[in-house]
């Protein structure tokens, strides 16, 4: 073993998605994931039957990650695993997996802030070759269950600039996507009718909230209100207008998050941005981050869609950083359903 370089299995598993990757230092060797279909029929997780599920898919989507690596097992040097935040019944699958893992190889184990692993995906070597934002920055974290601005000043300090005071942005587009009539998960599928929308043609009320902060549950009320109305007068109308329904809810969400990432990064006087989490796939936000060069000279860091969902590419390089600093952790470890990103 090479301690510059080592190679690290990390297995994910906070919500719904199974995933385990591979790691040789910081370059992504392998990285496998199982998406949960059981959900779409119930319009959002499930708990129960998310942890069966993980149960079910936890060895095959490891013996898939190790042999796409071309790696044997006894390469591997160290295990890294989410401990939360996420839920208890999913984590405590990957966490026992990746403990039995551990002790059976006698190798480290390495305990990851989910949310830390969003961020850190920006730091993953490989085939996209994009440059990583140098220390400090600011991560605006969008995701099915966060919405913060954090200050990262190295991988292992972390600060909360702000965040939601309700909704996440991701739980907001899931649950304005649920009233609109599309399956879980509704934020992709807002993203995609707003290609062919006109993000004027309706107009929601921003949030009253602090300076740093974001609210969301005020718009998924305010929507819900705008249609029953509509209705009343079309009981046609959500299908009539869906790619401007879907456009205007998607622009009022981004315009809501930038403003108060951009009056944030003014504030901390930071000039690089990124954006992380399964939000950060919208396309809506992507552009409206990236148009934040020309106007307002800031440099931006939008990862690769690989990595803005849930996976565990991004738990294997906040592992890495954590073996270089010998963090390691006990195998009589257990997962923990709450965990600010600023904790461990
Ligand atoms: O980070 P993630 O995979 O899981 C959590 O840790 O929560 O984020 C999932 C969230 C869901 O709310 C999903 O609807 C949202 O990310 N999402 C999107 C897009 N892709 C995923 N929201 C808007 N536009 C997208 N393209
Ligand atoms: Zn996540």
Redesign the pocket.
């Known amino acids: 073993m090479s301690t510059s370089t080592p190679i690290i299995l990390s297995i994910e598993s ?2 719904d ?1 199974t995933s385990a990757a591979v790691l040789k230092g910081k370059e992504l060797l392998s990285n496998v994931t199982a998406n949960q279909k059981v959900h779409k029929a119930f319009g959002g997780v499930v708990p129960e039957l998310a942890s069966r599920a993980h149960q079910q898919n936890i060895i095959p989507v490891v013996e898939e990650a190790i042999k796409q690596a071309n790696i044997s097992k006894d390469a591997i040097d160290a295990v890294a695993f989410t401990r939360g935040p996420g839920l208890l019944g999913s984590l405590l699958v990957g966490t026992s997996f990746a403990k039995s893992f551990a002790m059976v190889k006698n190798i480290p184990l390495i305990e990851v802030n ?1 949310m830390r692993g ?1 961020i850190l995906a920006h730091f993953i070597e490989d085939a996209h070759k994009l440059p990583k934002p140098k220390f400090p920055f600011l991560c605006l974290t969008v ?4 919405t913060q601005i954090v200050k990262v000043s190295s991988p292992s300090d972390f600060k909360i600039i702000g965040q939601t005071i309700d909704d ?1 942005a ?2 907001a ?2 649950k304005i996507a649920k009233i609109i009539g599309l399956p879980y ?4 599928l ?2 995609q009718h707003a290609q062919n929308g006109n993000p004027k043609r309706f107009e929601f009320t921003h949030p009253k909230v602090s300076e740093f902060d974001y609210s969301f549950s005020g718009l998924k009320t305010g929507v819900l209100y705008f249609l029953q109305k509509e209705i009343k007068n079309n009981p046609d109308f959500i299908k009539d207008n869906l790619a401007d329904i879907c456009a205007s809810v998607q622009h009022t969400i981004v315009s809501i998050l930038i403003k108060t990432y951009r009056k944030a990064a003014k504030n901390e006087g930071i000039k690089r941005l990124a954006i992380a ?3 950060s ?3 809506g936000l992507r552009k409206a981050l990236k148009s934040l060069e020309e106007t307002d000279g800031f440099q931006t860091f939008i990862p690769p869609f690989a990595y ?3 996976n565990a590419a991004m738990i294997g390089i906040a592992g890495y950083f954590k073996f270089l600093d010998n963090d390691f952790a006990p195998y009589t470890i257990s997962p923990q359903a709450r965990l600010s990103v600023s904790s461990i």
Do not use: K, M, R
Request: glycine share 24%; proline share 7%.
């Open positions: 906070s919500c998605d989910h969003h995701s099915g269950g966060h996440a991701g739980e587009f899931d998960p509704g934020g992709p807002i993203d989490g399964g939000v796939a919208n396309s803005c969902t849930d």
